[in-house]
């Protein structure tokens, strides 16, 4: 059996409201040549039911059904592992994808051999127009001095298969650890930023990001940041690492700022805790904020190169 050009993964939790919509939306992909992989993690309601009748009429469905739940993004590293395809695209079991997604994102991915993934999302991306490639730098002050980037979920990258597994799939950081795997794989490698809109990201009561029990996931990989920032692998120049720095510690302290208004004053003061920096970086670095909407953008020269 040949392979297929993308394997597209698909992971569920109690998401029989949603998944049949996400299914036939990549069923109708312009760009035929794919598998999907329903990666199930002990669904307690007719998911697994829904998803089985697709495959039972389409080959290129296969679902995988958990009997015990191992959580989301140890479920997606699962997936990962089942895959043939050249690409990896995650697509999420409550999200809708547009027709021409894979198409576009293979397009240009395909062109530039360098780029280990490429990314979309609901908004255009601050700076110029698309394809825009970013190296390391790049990628590190758009996400700590411009617009943001490593907040981009599973679903807005596809991936090359063989750098995705050399990079060893996403780190245990809870509902954080994508935030994780994008500032780690952006340290090492250049990611393109491709037009946006490719997909309906669904926002519903019932998502990961949206449970409270998650706060100390960001919490930590805010930390995670702060010690990134801190390290020699940060590819940022001396100069623009210390304003990163001022900008992180503003962010953080902003955010136990507004929990302590809601009223949240255990989870403000673990933000002030556990957010990375000792109480002489607090003193250091806690400055007003300069960030630049188009910060991470490529020069002429750099996006001819």
């Known amino acids: 059996m040949s392979s297929p050009l ?3 993964l698909m992971t569920s939790f109690n998401r029989e409201a949603f998944i049949a919509s996400a299914i036939e939306s990549v069923l109708v992909q312009t760009l035929d040549d794919f598998e999907l992989i329903v990666c199930d993690d002990a669904s307690s309601d007719r998911t697994v039911e829904i998803a089985r009748s697709y495959a039972e009429r389409d080959a290129r469905v ?4 958990h009997a015990t739940n ?3 993004y140890p479920n997606r590293n699962r997936a990962a592992g089942l895959a043939r395809g050249r690409y990896l695209k995650y697509h999420d079991s409550d999200d809708v994808m547009y027709p021409h997604c894979l198409a576009v994102m293979v397009g240009f991915l395909e062109r530039d ?15 110029g127009p698309c394809p825009m490639v970013l190296t390391p730098s790049l990628a590190y002050e758009r996400e700590f001095l411009g617009a943001g980037l490593f907040h981009v979920g599973p679903g807005a990258a596809l991936f090359r298969r063989d750098a995705f597994n050399e990079f060893g799939g996403y780190p245990s950081g809870g509902a954080a650890s994508d935030y994780l795997f994008w500032m780690d794989i952006c340290s090492r490698a250049s990611v393109m930023l491709v037009p946006a809109d490719l997909f309906y990201y669904r926002v519903h009561a019932g998502q990961e990001l949206s449970n409270g029990r998650n706060q100390m996931d ?6 995670a940041a702060w010690r990134q920032l801190r390290s020699p692998s940060c590819p940022l120049a001396p100069n623009t690492c210390e304003q990163a720095k001022r900008n992180l510690i503003f962010t953080t302290l902003r955010g136990a700022w507004r929990k302590a208004r809601r009223g949240q004053i255990g989870a403000a003061a673990a933000a002030i805790r556990h957010g990375g920096p000792t109480a002489v970086e607090w003193l250091r670095y806690l400055r007003p904020p300069r960030r630049v909407p ?8 750099e996006a001819q190169a």
């Open 218 to 223: 960001y919490v930590l990989a805010g930390a």
């Open 62 to 65: 296969k679902v995988v059904a």
């Open 294 to 301: 188009n910060a991470g953008t490529p020069t002429t020269s």
């Open 70 to 72: 191992v959580g989301d």
């Open 113 to 127: 051999p360098a780029v280990v993934a490429a990314l979309s999302g609901g908004q255009q991306w601050a700076g």
């Open 6 to 8: 993308v394997s597209v």
